[in-house]
């Protein structure tokens, strides 16, 4: 699956789940916004989908922290890395509050649970 198609399967799953105004607006300039959509409260959700061959790093997550809320407005800020994070970026993302999605979640997500489902399921486990 390509960078697009990956961030566009995303979007989809999010209109899956009821999300509204969903839109991939991810690519050159996208200040790590690759997906927005809005809850039914009216909370906006910001994605960044990486599909990297390894773990996404501290610097990786660092960056998205930078943009997430304070250029694109988050009241959710979540980061998908397809095959996880590292330690540092996971200890990162929880001292700043965002949310990170690794490839186990991310299966749950994709065969049909709700995302804020799988959510809860794993703050409840960390």
């Known amino acids: 699956m390509t960078p ?4 566009q399967a995303c979007a989809e799953l ?3 789940d009821g999300f509204n105004r969903t839109l991939r607006v991810g690519g050159a300039g996208d200040l ?5 959509a809005y809850d039914d409260e009216g909370r906006k959700l910001v994605l960044q ?16 922290n930078g943009t997430a809320r304070p250029e694109h ?18 200890d990162f993302a929880q001292r700043h509050d965002l949310t990170l999605i690794g ?3 991310l299966k749950r997500w ?5 995302l ?11």
């Open 4 to 7: 697009a198609g990956f961030e």
């Open 14 to 16: 999010l209109a899956r």
């Open 32 to 36: 790590g916004a690759d997906v927005v």
């Open 49 to 64: 989908c990486k599909q990297y061959a390894r773990p996404v790093g501290s610097k990786e997550v660092q960056t998205f």
């Open 73 to 90: 407005g988050a009241d959710l800020a979540l980061m998908i890395g397809l095959n996880g994070f590292t330690q540092p970026a996971v």
């Open 103 to 105: 490839r186990h979640d």
């Open 110 to 114: 994709a065969h049909g649970e709700h």
């Open 116 to 126: 804020y489902s799988v959510l809860t399921r794993q703050r409840s486990t960390t």
